[in-house]
């Protein structure tokens, strides 16, 4: 499924008050059943793009829409269909982890029976069943990854978001997590996360983009990327060559 723009980011910049332009002139664009990549060197803009994209960080410079919505006049609307999993999820560590779940389902107004259901059927995806009893202080940092991915899930997001989301999975639970991202694609969701695995994003995502210096120096379909290469070959070559 594609043709309808779910995010849509036009010449983005963002400069820190130390004068490092952390994101210049970002412009990209991602459709309902696309799993993009974004890719870069550690400093080359990915987390403030997608802090900026989320919500968190305040921008002035450009625009960045989902479904339409704009993050800087429509805020809550935008959140209100966006996932969005950091590197390091922040969790409430003096709530059980069922606790957390329910007050995420109480923010987005999910009623009894809906949030129920999507916390049974992902908690059991993940093999956290029997640890949603525990508080989350107790929880190891694989355990609380697969919170947050829950946590971001039983909204039914239109855009899910992520930093480095691999990090830390055991193989199983990354399986899980490239399963729901394809079926979320499926049901014409769209997916944008950013990643040091290369062979991983090449395997899961039919668009790339790639991030040096805060500027986008590539990006296209990932057939475009890998004709007769692989993508880090074809990451080598785009980054020596900017």
């Known amino acids: 499924m594609s043709g309808n723009t779910i995010l849509e980011i036009s010449h983005f910049s963002k400069t820190y008050g130390n004068g490092r332009r952390a994101a210049d002139d970002v412009s990209l664009r991602v459709e309902a059943g696309d799993i993009c990549g974004f890719i ?12 900026a994209i989320v919500g968190v960080l305040d921008f002035t410079e450009g625009e960045i829409t989902i479904d339409g919505h704009s993050v800087k006049d429509e805020p809550m609307a935008c959140k209100q269909i ?11 560590e003096n709530l ?10 109480d923010v987005f107004g999910i009623d009894a029976a809906e949030r129920q259901e999507s916390i049974r059927y992902y908690a059991d995806l993940f093999g956290i069943s029997d640890d949603l009893g525990d508080l ?12 947050a991915i829950i946590s971001a899930l039983i909204h039914r997001p239109r855009l899910m978001v992520l930093d480095e989301p691999f990090v830390g999975l055991d193989p199983k639970a990354a399986f899980t997590l490239k399963e729901i991202m394809r079926e979320l694609c499926e049901q014409g969701a ?26 986008i120096i590539a990006a296209g379909t990932m057939e475009e990327f890998t004709e007769g290469h692989s993508l880090e070959e074809t990451f080598l070559e785009a980054d020596g060559d900017a």
């Not at 966006?82 to 409430?92: E, M, S």
């Not at 989350?136 to 919170?147: D, P």
Request: net charge positive; glycine share 8%.
């Open 136 to 147: 989350i202080s107790a929880y190891s940092h694989g355990m609380k990854q697969k919170l």
């Open 40 to 51: 870069g060197h550690n400093g080359a803009g990915k987390s403030t793009t997608i802090r």
């Open 190 to 215: 769209a997916v944008f996360f950013s990643t040091h695995v290369l062979d991983v994003a090449e395997k899961l995502c039919n668009k790339v983009a790639i991030i040096k210096q805060g500027r």
């Open 96 to 105: 059980t982890g069922i606790q957390y779940l329910s007050f995420v389902a």
């Open 82 to 92: 966006t996932a969005y999993i950091p590197d390091n999820p922040d969790l409430y």
